[in-house]
């Protein structure tokens, strides 16, 4: 099942001790089976209506004789579909002249890659080989938790006491409170009490304050107009990055030597891993996913914590592998073609940040299975990927095409489609 969901176009062979991809060797455009089954369907046509040997039966086949020349792709899958018999050409004795047809004991993959090195000379076949990674592990990208302070990636519940569990929530609960204490008068002894509450939770703990402080600027339920409130913010430029801000803030609270106290120990990370899996770096679950209002990070072993860049990725067992397309790398560098994959495309990241998904790869045909692998994926990571439209019932308003980037973000920001559907669904009703 996992397989029908990315279909291979056409299978990476092993010429000349090379991993080669028949795309590369046709000059890089793709040729799918649904293309070679339509010249195919159009021999055909005009093989029942017009007879074998008329001039219209003879152009048809010339078609497929001529790509079978042109494209390595086109011959090899030419030959997948005679394998299978596809509208019974396995009948036909001129088409089998023209497939690959392995010898007893071997695969078609193994005839297409002594084809291949018949044709094309080693030199040609390197220039379009594919990369093979060696440890696919280091192209794993997985969420990034904790902050970075003085160099070390620490927990703040390590740092702080009472050890604390940040929420966006919290904060907007005890801001509730304080104005619900001040509707009952101002200044108040609940009112005094509510705010010296916040107060504390500020002076306790850096997330508090740096959640309190980008609420304050985003003016929620009319705050900013306090200069109480105001006093409490965390000073920064605007649209500065929150995980900076309360790096910063932890850096002012806390030494070097007592977050080096409190790193995660390296090698606790591959013993936590296994029960942690959502944890690159393993750091537990610090209950800072919604954490700050923004996009989640992550790390990648090769590209650090702050990539920038148009990705190449694929996913396997509910892992993401990422990579920059260069130097020959492809989707197939991770794993190759013999191995099934929930999904495959393209990803957009800022400083880290998953920002934008494509779904399209050269190697493989990323279908609507493989684009819902990739939203629960980006569900477990507290992401919501752009709808392709509205869909109410059988009515479908708009949205981008299958092949378009869709914008990535964060999960609570999702609510605004939700509310849009809610509404039209109230008008058509």
């Known amino acids: ?113 002594e084809y291949m090195e018949q044709r094309f000379t080693e030199e040609q076949v390197r220039e379009a080989s594919v990369v093979r990674v060696a440890d696919p592990e280091r192209y794993v990208l997985k969420r990034l938790r904790g902050y970075l302070v003085h160099g070390h990636r620490v927990q703040p519940q390590r740092l702080e006491s009472p050890p604390f569990s940040y929420s966006r929530e919290k904060v907007k609960n005890a801001i509730g409170e304080f104005l619900a204490a001040r509707a009952q008068g101002s200044r108040s002894d609940e009112e005094l009490a509510a705010f010296a509450r916040i107060e504390d939770m500020c002076m306790r703990h850096a997330e508090f304050k740096v959640g309190l402080s980008l609420l304050v600027e985003q003016d929620y339920m009319g705050i900013s107009a306090s200069n109480r409130f105001q006093s409490l913010i965390v000073p920064s430029d605007i649209g500065a990055n929150p995980w900076d801000r309360v790096s910063q803030e932890l850096e002012r609270r806390f030494s070097e030597a007592e977050a080096r106290t409190v790193r995660f120990d390296e090698a606790v990370v591959s013993a936590t891993q296994v029960s942690n899996d959502s944890c690159n770096v393993g750091i537990a679950d610090c209950g800072h996913e919604e954490s700050m209002d923004r996009l989640p990070r992550f790390h990648h072993k090769e590209y650090g914590d702050c990539a920038t860049g148009e990705f190449i990725f694929v996913i396997k067992d509910s892992q993401l592998y990422l990579a920059q397309k260069e130097g020959g790398m492809q989707h ?59 869909e109410l019932g059988r009515l479908r308003l708009g949205g981008p095409a299958q092949y378009d980037w869709l914008v990535v973000e964060p999960e609570e920001k999702g609510e605004t489609a939700k509310a849009i559907r809610r509404l039209l669904s109230g008008i058509l009703k």
């Open 1 to 113: 099942l996992k397989r029908a969901l990315t279909e291979v176009q056409v299978e990476e062979c092993f010429v000349h001790g090379h991993h080669v991809h028949p795309r590369l060797l046709d000059g890089g455009d793709p040729v799918s089976r649904e293309a070679v089954k339509a010249v195919v369907d159009e021999w055909l046509t005009r093989l029942r209506s017009c007879g074998r040997g008329s001039a219209e039966e003879g152009t048809g086949f010339s078609q497929i004789s001529q790509q079978c020349e042109v494209s390595v792709q086109f011959k090899i899958i030419l030959s997948i579909l005679f394998d299978q018999d596809y509208s019974g050409i396995r009948a036909s004795n001129r088409v089998a002249e023209l497939v690959l047809r392995p010898d007893p004991g071997k695969s078609l993959p193994e005839t297409a890659a």
């Open 332 to 390: 197939t560098s991770f794993f190759g073609v013999f191995e099934p994959l929930e999904s495959s495309g393209w990803l957009r990241l800022e400083e880290g940040a998953v920002i934008a998904y494509r779904r399209w790869s050269g190697h493989y045909q990323p279908g609507v299975g493989s684009e819902q692998a990739f939203r629960d994926w980006a569900r477990q990571n507290y992401l919501r990927v752009q709808s392709r439209g509205l």
